[in-house]
């Protein structure tokens, strides 16, 4: 017992009633920040970019989008220059950004190339390597080329071809430079809420039925990019591709059987959604069941689940050169008893079939839905790397909601990324999770979809009245400086090697 009341005084310094630890990320590490260009670009129409559906979004439904636009957002399609420079004062060694497909390919398809978006990439791409800043490079973050929505989107199973040329398109052009790629952010958001509640772009309403077709052609799409990818460019560019998946950790609320095997079942319902068919070639098979079972009591004639043909399965299996998982917050989960059956009214969350819920004595932020949860950082990423077969694993987003306003956030915000990144340092040297990056989201406040600018998560704030769009550090951004450059968490003496 004193022998561990010793060595915690030593490993560890207290921040409020959280342990800190005191070991150091590994030298290797990727520290970055994360961003997206429809969040943060503006120039929406500028220089030949063909409209997406958050364009059209934010244009035909103001209402969805708290009547705030990313038609200027922070203008980094002008001032791009001047974020590179920020990126290289905070020292981070990777940056992780999207490329707006109709900024390149104005329709989307691959006859309708635009230069001038083009030239927009090279330069950032090449301005990020001089300063060695890796690209970590999304092609899909949410922005679907109308002229591709108007044909369906990614309810219709061509998307799997659109895809497929846009991404040999992007490997053509920046493969050279361009090492790691994200195929997807978050399909989860895209296909639940762009064509199941219908809160994001394209704002659809189909919930337990267009959502599933959605992941299933955007699942198929990555696959089929991925061989491509093998079999056209891997021996001359040797680049890694991956998916980006965000999932909240959904922890049991019991140490009942029931309680342990709901949350098992959330997590593969969210993460395993698509972790499982990018890794094994298929769905959970729980979800498989409960679906079938589900869409049968419904009166469907078959499940509303799609499912992958055996070509299929082999396209997608082993499709992910590592794992990405964007965290935030957690939920705990309670059993309950079978949802009933509501004929035409099926739903995702039906299928799932359990509560879930943030107890009140959680800490809050701004957003509804989001607690700060640091100990569900080191559950998640420890949760993946156990299903997956310890994969390597990169944490693709994380930060804190505030209202924008708060400069001196060492207590919110910075406080808030050193105790989900001391959880994710317990999960590498504790639980031996392969854990190689950390992307906080985000440098600069930026456009943040439905919330528009009313929630913000930056190290820079930026003053979206003022026609210059001026970036002002807040003291997160020092903080943040200071742990990727010394990457230690604590003040440096007190850092264990
Ligand atoms: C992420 N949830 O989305 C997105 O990838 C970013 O573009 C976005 O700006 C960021 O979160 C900040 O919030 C999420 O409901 C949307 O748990 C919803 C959830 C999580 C992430």
């Given amino acids: ?35 997206a260009a429809y969040q943060i670009e503006g120039g929406w129409d500028a220089d030949g970019k063909g409209e997406n559906i958050w364009d059209r979004s934010v244009h035909l439904y103001p209402e969805k989008n708290s009547y705030a636009t990313g038609d200027i957002a922070c203008d980094s399609y002008h001032k791009w220059q001047e974020d590179v420079d920020l990126l290289v004062g905070m020292g981070v060694n990777s940056y992780r950004f999207s490329i707006a497909w109709s900024r390149v390919l104005p329709t989307g398809l691959v006859n309708s190339s ?26 899909h973050h949410w922005d679907l080329p109308t002229y591709l929505e108007d044909l369906g989107g ?25 090492k790691n790629w994200i195929t997807f ?23 337990g039925v267009k959502d599933y077709q959605c992941a299933h052609n ?32 959904f922890g049991p609320g019991s140490d009942s059987e029931a309680d342990i095997e709901a949350a098992e079942r959330d997590m593969l319902f969210t993460y395993g959604w698509f972790g499982h068919p990018i890794n094994f070639g298929d769905y959970p098979e729980i979800m498989k069941i409960r679906i079938a079972n589900r869409s049968a ?13 055996d070509e299929e399965k082999q396209i997608i299996n082993g ?40 107890p009140d004595d959680w800490e809050p932020t701004v957003t509804s839905w989001f607690k700060v949860v640091p100990w569900g950082a080191r559950k998640i990423v420890k949760w993946i790397s156990d299903t997956y ?11 804190y909601h505030d209202n924008g306003t708060v400069i001196h956030d060492m207590d919110t915000r910075g406080r808030y990324h050193k105790l989900y990144l001391s959880n994710l340092l317990d999960a590498i040297y504790e639980d031996g999770v392969n854990l190689t990056g950390y992307m906080a989201w985000a440098l600069t406040d930026d456009f943040e979809w439905q919330y528009g600018y009313n929630i913000q998560l930056g190290f820079y704030q930026v003053n979206f009245t003022d026609p210059d769009r001026p970036r002002t550090p807040k003291d997160s951004a020092s903080y943040y400086r200071k742990v990727v450059t010394t990457r230690c968490l604590v003040d440096d003496d007190q850092c264990v090697d």
Wanted: glycine letters at 6%; one cysteine or more.
């Fill in 1 to 35: 017992m004193l022998v561990l009341i010793l060595f915690s005084l030593l490993a560890a310094s207290l921040a409020d009633d959280y342990v800190i630890n005191t070991k150091r990320f590994p030298k290797d590490f990727q520290f970055g920040t994360a961003s």
């Fill in 389 to 399: 077969n310890h994969p390597e694993i990169m944490v693709t987003e994380n930060g």
């Fill in 185 to 207: 952010n978050e399909p989860k958001q895209t296909c639940e809420h762009g064509y199941g509640t219908g809160a994001l772009a394209p704002n659809i309403y189909s919930p």
């Fill in 154 to 178: 990614f309810t219709n199973s061509q998307i799997q071809d659109w895809f497929v040329d846009y991404a040999r398109f992007l490997f053509e052009n920046f493969g050279d430079d361009v």
């Fill in 218 to 249: 955007l699942i198929i799409a990555h696959g089929k990019a991925y061989r491509m990818y093998e079999k056209e460019f891997k021996a001359k560019q040797n680049g890694r591709i991956t998916m980006v998946i965000d999932s909240n950790w």
């Fill in 297 to 309: 009591l419904e009166g469907f004639a078959s499940s509303r689940l799609p499912s992958f043909s």
């Fill in 319 to 358: 499709t992910a050169d590592f794992m990405c998982v964007n965290i935030y917050t957690s939920s705990l989960v309670k059993a309950i008893p079978e949802p009933d059956i509501i004929p035409n009214g099926p739903g995702r969350d039906l299928d799932v079939g359990v509560q879930e819920y943030q």
């Fill in 114 to 139: 635009n230069p001038a978006g083009i030239a927009y990439y090279k330069n950032l791409i090449a301005a990020l390597k001089k300063n060695n800043i890796e690209p970590l490079v999304t092609m």
